[in-house]
């Protein structure tokens, strides 16, 4: 029986996605559920898994392709006895005086894959327009690079004429363009001639990097952005994870970390300031009666924030398995869309790489941000109920609160840093065992 892989549909507001690459090849044998290929959506970079045990019997669309969802785009036999594998047509010998023997042999990948060849033509890495869209945006002054960030309502995305005339509408009256905050679309090849090797070596973002670029230049021009910074002394945490941490791991499965600690201690403060748990749309301000908790996450094609969803229902093993989950399935990327959508409020930890201090951006639409430096033992000043001073030697670390000055002033955004490190340095270890 012969099973239509599609190009899945990755959330609601995901259209179409592109093949990055086929982990498995024309004939290859596949168990049901095993990752077969790596698509990337304007969201995230994610595996997909097979729906069927059987053979991959013909690729339909090629790497480097975009295609709608539910697009065909392989096929999969599930009986053994059945498996017919279509490879590319091998090209009869060539004669160099057959121009159809030429364009036999020239023929593209995805021909050859049974993919159909498009008859339009497209500007070299970019969308098809039609002669008319090509001449409104000359008229207009707008770049091709421009038109590449518009969304397109015509037969598989494509740009009209209205979409264009829509857009002018805006760009004239409205606010700052769309296209202000997206990273401008160079041609390698121009780039090359102008960085040649062997001194220059000119490398493409991949499709991830390009979007939290753009997130990051769309967050510094709508956020006037704010930093506080605090010491905690974390000492009393770092000895009791010291004192449990093999009881944890046999526990749970996977290492205790700091991390639960900060998300737990930060939600409280939250729920005790909830307008830190906010957005800002025009001249409203939109209080979200959940917290979903983004927390950063390095992965392999750049920086990703998957979401605890409702973390203030969540005691402090459920903040810490959900943490563990979201990470490895980062890591492994089997994340889906909807896990890094949804966001009230984000933590960053760059003391994971040694950095003390940090000034971190905003995560849109959200209002604020908390940076979590290195814990590192250093002498402090301790001062007793008695007014005695005396020097220890304590584990501290350095917490940044970045927040939108536009409705977070100093005063609260101190306030709620205060309560971050008080629930901190005061934690309640009763809660956990």
Known sequence: MIVDVVMPKMG???????ILRWMKKPGEKIAQDESILEI?????????????AGFLSKIIVPEGETVDVGTVIALIETDAASVRIELPATAPPADPKSSASSSVAAQ???????????????????????????????KEGVALEELDHLDGSGIAGRLT???????????VTGPASSAQATVERIDIKKLQLKYPPPHFEVVQMENIQVKMAEHMV??????PHVEAISECDLSRIVEFRSKYADRFEQQEGFKFTFMPFIVDASVRALIAFPLLNSSVEGDKIIL????????AVASPSGLIVPVIKNADEKNFFGIARAINDLAVRTRT??????????????VTNYGVFGNII????????????????????????????????????????????????????????????????????????????
Do not use: C
């Open 218 to 223: 769309r967050s510094v021009r709508t956020s």
């Open 288 to 295: 979200k009666k959940s917290i979903n908790f983004g927390i």
């Open 12 to 18: 609601e507001s995901i259209q179409e996605g592109k």
């Open 40 to 52: 990337s959506t304007d969201k995230v970079d994610s595996e997909i898994p097979s729906p069927a």
């Open 333 to 346: 990327k089997r994340l889906m869309p909807e896990e890094i959508q949804g966001g009230t409020f984000t």
């Open 358 to 433: 940090g000034t971190p951006i905003i995560n849109q639409p959200q209002v604020a941000i908390l940076g979590v430096g290195a814990i590192k033992k250093r002498p402090v000043v301790l001062t007793d109920s008695a007014g005695s001073d005396s020097i220890a030697v304590r584990s501290m670390v350095y917490l940044t609160l970045a927040f939108d000055h536009r409705i977070i002033d100093g005063a609260l955004g101190g306030q709620f840093l205060a309560k971050v490190v008080s629930n901190l340095e005061q934690y309640d270890f009763t809660r956990i065992f």
């Open 108 to 138: 593209p990948r995805a021909e050859a894959f049974g993919a159909p060849i498009k008859k339009e033509t497209k500007p070299e890495g970019g969308r098809f327009y039609s002669p008319l869209v090509r001449a409104i945006a000359g």
């Open 161 to 171: 004429k209205k979409d264009v005339e829509e857009y002018l509408k805006k760009r």
